[in-house]
């Protein structure tokens, strides 16, 4: 998808991260793009270049869009897939993966949908193959022996903003923590906390010791990281 429409929508973000972290899963964002963050929860950086490098006659796919690049990717997180013939624009293209058998995010300045490439199939395919090579595979043993996991329900959402934000990870704990307050901070009476406990630990969000490094990058991606680091300050 276009990087700038993902840029627009923090719920977006928030279900891209949700979604590319599944085994089997690419979420590959191109050009156009805004200049400033991609992801709150990443480092990546987009910025405006007025110089372009000039197009050669080279065979990488690199070389032949070099002419069209207009904008920078700066960051750290995650892996680069870099190509040295492009000196300082040489990482055009940045993934990252929430393990090792996720799925993954990417982001390219590279305009794969250029009519230069029209009579170079062959060249997009490799690109997108080598994305593929670090993307993780579902397992097909494991796909027919578990049950399809259930879907988070809009409620499991605020009771992983009540783990983050009182640093807690079971349905009991956040029960007890709630009922310390004289006047209630939050109405989870009508939650069934076991279960939306369950889904977010199917999901990978959570874990016996709080919030997966995947939990907190949906959190932070999502409208609901203001509140969750409020309410972090207050408990």
């Avoid at 429409?5 to 590959?28: D, V, Y």
């Avoid at 990488?60 to 892996?79: F, K, T, Y």
């Avoid at 203001?226 to 972090?232: Q, S």
């Amino acid at each position: 998808m276009a990087g700038e429409q993902l840029q627009e929508l923090q719920e977006l973000q928030a279900e891209g991260i949700a979604w590319g972290r599944q085994p089997g899963c690419t979420l590959l964002l191109l050009p156009p793009y805004k200049e400033g963050s991609i992801f709150s929860s990443l480092d990546w950086v987009i910025k405006l270049t007025s110089q372009p490098m000039a197009c050669s006659t080279q065979a990488s796919l690199e070389m032949i869009l070099a002419g069209e690049l207009s904008h920078q990717l700066q960051g750290s997180d995650g892996d680069c897939i870099s190509d040295s013939s492009l000196n300082n624009l040489t990482c055009h293209t940045r993934y990252w993966k929430a393990h090792s058998n996720s799925g993954l995010i990417a982001v390219t300045t590279l305009p794969i949908w250029s009519i230069s490439l029209l009579d170079h199939a062959d060249k997009v395919l490799a690109f997108l193959s080598e994305l593929d090579k670090y993307t993780g595979k579902t397992s097909a043993t494991l796909a027919r022996e578990e049950p399809q996991t259930e879907p988070l329900h809009p409620e499991d959402i605020t009771v992983l903003v009540c783990c983050y934000g009182f640093d807690l990870s079971t349905a009991d704990s956040l029960s007890e923590r709630l009922r310390g307050y004289a006047v209630p901070l939050l109405n989870l009476a009508c939650f069934d906390l076991p279960e939306s406990i369950h889904r977010l630990r199917c999901e990978g969000l959570i874990y016996d010791m709080g919030l997966t490094e995947t939990g907190l990058a949906f959190l932070r991606a999502s409208k609901y990281w203001p509140f969750a680091e409020n309410l972090k300050e207050e408990a």
